[in-house]
């Protein structure tokens, strides 16, 4: 029997998760910023230093997309990037003084959507559906069993 759709787990968390990015996007533009420049200032903030190519590894983009945002985010007066001590190919990526007000912007901001996304649920529902999903996340780290992989094609 076909599950259906409208509750099907897979199909929820993507659609949950591309509505927040959507609202998102419309709460950073309020600012003129972009999604991308936010979660970027938010990474920088809790891992000083990062690379570009670390910087794009977790945004899941390329390195000349994190270019170009460092560009827009350096220019603002955001963001500085620095060699690296160790190798001249790299450069690292620091938060500037004025980044402290864009960043509690972005934190009130976060709060407002996750209260907005959360309303309705009990907080032991919450407390549930987060221990869910980190327990999902770590299934996900983790390598799957060779033997639950199947070639397609």
């Known amino acids: ?37 936010w979660v970027l200032l938010l990474w920088l903030e809790r891992s000083p230093g990062l ?9 899941e983009v390329e390195p000349i997309s994190v270019a170009r945002l460092v560009d827009r985010l350096e220019a ?9 001590p160790d190798d001249r190919r ?24 996750r209260n907005f996304v959360v309303s309705g649920i009990s907080a032991e529902a919450r407390s549930a559906t987060v221990e869910a999903l980190l327990q999902m996340k770590s299934n996900l780290l983790g390598s799957a069993p060779a033997s639950t992989l199947k070639e397609t094609g």
């Not at 690292?92 to 009130?108: H, M, N, Q, T």
Request: charged letters at 40%; proline letters at 3%.
């Open 1 to 37: 029997m076909r599950q259906d759709l409208d509750r099907d787990l897979m199909l929820l968390l993507h659609d949950v998760a591309r509505l927040i990015r959507v609202e998102a996007d419309k709460r950073s533009r309020v600012y003129g910023m972009t999604r991308a420049r």
């Open 51 to 59: 690379s570009q190519k670390e910087a794009a590894d977790m945004l």
């Open 90 to 113: 790299v450069w690292r990526l620091y938060l500037r003084p004025a980044a402290a007000d864009v960043l509690l912007k972005i934190g009130e901001q976060r709060d407002e959507l």
């Open 76 to 84: 603002s007066g955001l963001v500085e990037r620095r060699p690296d």
